[in-house]
């Protein structure tokens, strides 16, 4: 950045009303970031367009096996495109058509739980290999030039790893390069690589093939939807061992609305205190931290000159637990305070951020929503659970926000009354499993298209 410009920055900063948080600067190797707690900024930022702020640069430079330039790093015409082909596969109509197939994977995992405590005499540790991917390259480090690019025995395995994932997602085009599929999200993937191919690579940036198109925006959505989604419902299932009354009060609305059936369409959206769980899970225990931003333009916030270039980063749960915004009870689990709705759930309603925000915000929402409420009223239906002796809090900010340790439950089997039986517990890893049955999930739709 210019130096008068950072000087001008500065003393813009120093003389500035803060108001319910802060605005400053500070660096992380040589990457300088402007972090913004400020809400009325934070609006500010959320109304902007995405000529004038998009991701940083350092995103697919430092994370590029990670996520290459697909739709979550990317900027420009060339992001709008992205978003214009993958955004509407995720609007409520279409998910609406996939609560079946969530459910039906959902029921896979709870028979496997199932018959793992048939088979262990009531008592079970489940230990899967994590999501190694997304924790090797999440060490990567930000900032310090050209370390990506030095041969150490982290970064090759990262360039395995990155090759052998985009062996494995070729693999899978090729087997559908037929125009009998139908026109699933994969589908209109190809499709839109095939008319760059057509057109001379006509929109595609100089250094992206069709086939990078192809494999990056594979990566980008997997990367935005799996661990994400895995994440918030394992909270969320500590949460609620650790607060039996609501687990009581989840459990009696999915059974007062889906009986002795699966969960549809339907019962998901009567699904109220369920509803006001997971939004609360994600105010407390928000998966992504940061939202970032890059200005693509020189601009303003606030009356701040912001130079083109300059990296802003807004921290997720620092909004989300500001005692001025939530409240004296802002560190405690009160999913009732989203009984009237997000807007009134706090004092300034742009506070609440956990899909991010503006132009850029989760394409994947009504998804993660749908399937979050699909598994969790599932689990909820078959079990009662309360935290294993076993389980330690250490949640931890790799690129997510993770526990560390896995979240263990005790699980105690819900037996119809009918039958008179007893329960049964089991002790289960709740994370990994979790992550295993995304993970699984991703990989059956991939199957399936
Ligand atoms: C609880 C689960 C999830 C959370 C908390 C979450 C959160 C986020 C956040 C914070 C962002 C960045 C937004 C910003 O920069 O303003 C994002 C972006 C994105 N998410 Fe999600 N996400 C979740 C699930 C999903 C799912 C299931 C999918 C798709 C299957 C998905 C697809 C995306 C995509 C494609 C983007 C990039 C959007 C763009 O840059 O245009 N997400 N998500």
Known sequence: MHEETQAFIAVELATSSIYHGLIFMYSSGTIQILCVTDVEMVREISLSTSLKLGKPTYLSKDHGPLLGQGIFSSNGTYWAHQRKIIA??????????????MVESTSKMIELWDEKTRNSEGILEVKVEDDLKSLVMSKVPIGVPGLRHIPSKHN??????????????????????????????????????????????????????????????????????HDNTGLTASWCLMLLAAYPDWQARARAEVLDVCGSELPNDGMLRRMKVLTIIIHETLRLYPPVAFVVREALQDTSFKGIEIPKGTNIEIPIPILHQQPELWGPDTYQFNPERFAKGIAKACKVPSAYIPFGTGTRTCAGQNFAMTELKVVLSMILSRFTFSLSPGYQYTPVLILVLEPEHGVNLRLLKQYNRARNTTTVPIVLSTYDALVLFFNSEFNTSSKQQ
Do not use: H
Not at 88 to 100: A, C, D, I, R, T
Not at 165 to 171: F, N, R
């Open 88 to 101: 509407p596969e995720f609007y409520l109509n279409k998910v609406k058509e996939m609560v079946s197939l």
């Open 156 to 225: 090759r395995e990262i360039w395995r790893l990155d090759k052998e994932i985009k062996a494995m997602i070729l693999k899978i085009v090729r087997a559908r390069r037929s125009p009998t599929y139908e026109k699933d999200l994969l589908q209109l993937i190809l499709d839109a690589s095939k008319s760059y191919e057509d057109s001379d690579g006509d929109y595609l940036p100089a250094d992206v093939s069709p086939e990078m198109f192809i494999v990056d925006n594979c990566k980008s959505i997997y990367f935005a939807g």
